[in-house]
């Protein structure tokens, strides 16, 4: 936990806690993304955010922590959701653009690995579950309560229920299946969920 | 990988292969049950079935493969599928029995560490995959393809996106979200899945 090496951005005097905070987290995101979780250790970040290993431990309960949170800021980006005023629309760009970050971007395996890990390791669980996956439903539900002010969802439509009948479908496929999928999945879920498949039966 | 000790039924003579594979299946079922994937180790098996660990070493690659194939074995009576030729009941039968598998007879816990496993282990990620989760998809194909034939679900219904959206959805929320959820989810999960989120609006 000692500063053995001097870090290569020190030369520029001390940063702001949130510049550095930033840093780390889209240090970690790369390492996360290219290398996978086994790749996140506090001693390869510090290196390449150019941070100090205490500052790690300060902040970060381990390293599996520090790369779920990271994982949220480089997917936050690309996951957005848009408001078309068109619900079916807006859930199939939106989960094209997630299954391809899975399958093209290189997020199937840290994804993988970070739930993975998250069953038996209790920091990493917090972290997946606070800092990613239950914010991302908040951001799935928000964009659903519109849809259904805007009388394109019932009221009595469980937005709880949307939410995992169409990632947790993609998830399934993912760690439990572990089947290959890609984006020509995303209009039938999406139709499936809206309309039902018995529909026309 | 000696028998260094005598195994507790060897009195008995030579047991034939069917039955000593099936006593340690219900073994290893029973102990992954109630202590979790850790307590499955060759040692401890081969003690509770009265087997060797030879014979164990000969049949599986590693305790995850015979924990996931125990698994399978112990949950496919309580996760059978009805044909009452009701799509809508049977599936909200089969669905009640696995969640109350999951939340209430615990399997929850083993079955988090197994698919937890199966991300970074090779082995544990075969023996889940084709020894539980792709045979189980099959399964419920069968009975989802019988009510297609009885004009229940249109010729064109996705069955495996309905599989997605039914156990998958309980999947998500045990190992994605890790929320807590009980069996009066299964209704809506099937009628949203079935008759759509969408309807009415």
Redesign the interface.
Known sequence: MTEQRTPPRRGRGRRPAAEVRAEVLAATGHLLLREGLKAVTFDRVAREAGSSKVTLYKWWPSPGALAAEAYFAQSEPVLAFPDTGD?RADLISQLTAFVRWLTEEGAATPV??L??????DPDV?RA??EEY??PR?ELARMRLRAAQQQ????E???LD?????L???????L?????PFDQT?VP??VD??????????
């Open positions: 619900i993988s690995e739930v993975g890990a998250a069953q038996t669980a997946w579950t996956a239950r439903r009388g394109q969802l019932p009595d439509a469980d229920v949307i939410v995992d009948q990632w947790g479908a993609c998830y399934h496929r760690l439990v299946l572990k089947v999945l039938r879920l499936q969920a809206l309309y039902g498949a018995a529909r026309g039966a």
